[in-house]
Nanobody, 118 residues
Framework: QVQLVESGGGLVQAGGSLTLSCAAS????????VAWVRQAPGNQRELLAD???????NYAGSVKGRFTIFRDNAKNEVYLQMNSLKPEDTAVYYC????????????WGRGTQVTVSS
């Protein structure tokens, strides 16, 4: 069964750090682009970062310099390290996959809640 499961969220004070995990089952994650997105109540889903199967990385301006996306192919996981967290980073964070650049990201997990207190 193809599945992505996010974990690692929680409650953190502003300025703190968290590392989110995106664990894949049923397929080899290293063969796919992986994206992290977030959605806060009342807001649209926001693409934060993605990483290609070859390791090319893109970041949204809102997180560039604070967040880092990286892979552990041995564990079949992708991570999002988040530093200098701000209250506006509070949201549910999701990971998704796509096979090719021209495909839409899909197979989103259930998400993990990140709450940043001021």
């Amino acid at each position: 069964q193809v599945q992505l499961v996010e974990s690692g969220g929680g409650l953190v004070q502003a300025g703190g750090s968290l590392t989110l995990s995106c664990a894949a089952s049923g397929f080899t994650l290293s063969n796919y682009y992986v994206a992290w997105v977030r959605q806060a109540p009342g807001n649209q889903r926001e693409l934060l970062a993605d990483i290609s199967s070859g390791g090319l990385i893109n970041y949204a301006g809102s997180v560039k310099g604070r967040f880092t996306i990286f892979r552990d192919n041995a564990k079949n996981e992708v991570y999002l390290q988040m530093n200098s967290l701000k209250p506006e980073d509070t949201a549910v964070y999701y990971c998704g996959r796509r096979r090719r650049l021209q495909d839409q990201y899909r197979d989103w997990g259930r998400g993990t809640q990140v709450t940043v207190s001021s």
